[in-house]
């Protein structure tokens, strides 16, 4: 994950204060909500650590056949990445 896990909490805590200052959202329990975010925010900034590992499960499940071929291995990391993100349908 490119941010920290402090810096992802300041950003929810400032979503949250701008959601409700600008009337977008309307709580009574401030620290609730903003706990939600952070978690969305979180789970949506490690899609692509996890996309990541998954990629790197499959490839050496395959490493001796790639070995045997010759395929190279970031060319085929960039090809597995790609195949996954679009089977989630996630924007990276």
Do not use: C, W
């Not at 590992?53 to 056949?65: C, H, M, Q, S």
């Amino acid at each position: 994950m490119l941010l920290s896990k402090e810096y992802v909490g300041y950003l929810a805590r400032e979503v949250t204060k701008k959601l409700i200052a600008g009337e977008f959202i309307e709580t009574k329990d401030v620290p609730a909500v903003t706990e939600r975010v952070h978690a969305s925010m979180l789970e949506e900034l490690t899609l692509e650590d996890r996309i990541n590992d998954e990629v790197r499960v499959i490839l050496e499940a395959y490493a001796d056949e790639m070995r045997k071929s010759g395929a190279n291995y970031q060319e085929m990391f960039r090809k597995v990445k790609s195949e996954l993100t679009r089977k989630y349908k996630a924007v990276l």
